[in-house]
């Protein structure tokens, strides 16, 4: 690849925060959403889990963008050496914050980079690793939090990207950017194995005022 040059980027995930991330690396990328079935299967260990179903979110999205690079990404809590879910309702966030506090679990954020340019595609894949300790609140904050932040759509109920940092009495990862569901600096890496041009002359330039 000419250097300079940059195959398009596709992100393969419809998450609005994922997109945020994205775009605070100054890169040019559109979005396509994945379509594939995301349940666990038997047996599977968590951070396998992440990493199948980022490879598979990015595979799915390969013949229609050929020549590019597709970014897939999963997200898994690991409690207790189980999966966590998305809770889908209240009351099954309710129970996942009463089950949570005061004990360390660890959010699995699988990343996969398929380069669509080469046949066959060559995917790179890595799993970041955050622990985080969940505070021990009362049922009244709990449910206060909830009517607040409706996570009902995340991992573990809690929307860290808002409110539910509050929840967390510590949060320790190589990649701080890995919890929200993106993990920046890992992401960075694969595209400089890619060839892709990330060195800070090649991005856009902001000037003083």
């Not at 959403?33 to 349940?39: A, L, Q, S, V």
């Not at 890595?126 to 939090?145: E, G, H, P, Q």
């Not at 992401?187 to 002359?201: D, S, T, V």
Request: hydrophobic share 35%.
């Amino acid at each position: 690849m000419p250097t300079g040059s940059r195959p398009p980027l596709i992100l393969g995930s419809s998450s609005p925060y994922r997109q945020q991330q994205l775009r605070t690396l100054g890169l040019p990328f559109s979005v396509a959403k994945p379509g594939i079935d995301e349940t666990p299967q038997p047996n599977e260990a968590p951070a396998e889990t992440a990493l199948r179903l980022a490879r598979a979110k990015a595979e799915s999205l390969a013949t229609a963008h050929p020549n590019s690079l597709i970014i897939g990404c999963d997200q898994v809590l690991e409690f207790k050496q189980q999966p966590m879910g998305k809770p889908g309702n209240h009351a099954q966030a309710m129970l996942q914050l009463q089950t949570l506090r005061g004990q360390e679990s660890c959010f699995h954020s699988a990343l996969c980079l398929l380069d669509t340019r080469t046949q066959p595609a060559q995917a790179r894949s890595v799993n970041s690793k955050t622990y985080v300790k969940f505070r021990c609140l009362d049922d009244a904050s709990l449910a206060a939090y909830l009517h607040l932040d409706q996570p009902y759509d995340c991992a573990g109920s809690a929307k860290i990207e808002c409110r539910g940092i509050t929840l967390l009495e510590y949060c320790r990862a190589d990649d701080p950017s890995a919890l929200i569901g993106l993990p920046l600096i890992s992401l960075c890496q694969l595209l400089i194995e890619a060839g892709y041009p990330l060195h800070p002359l090649a991005l856009p330039q902001s000037h003083p005022a």
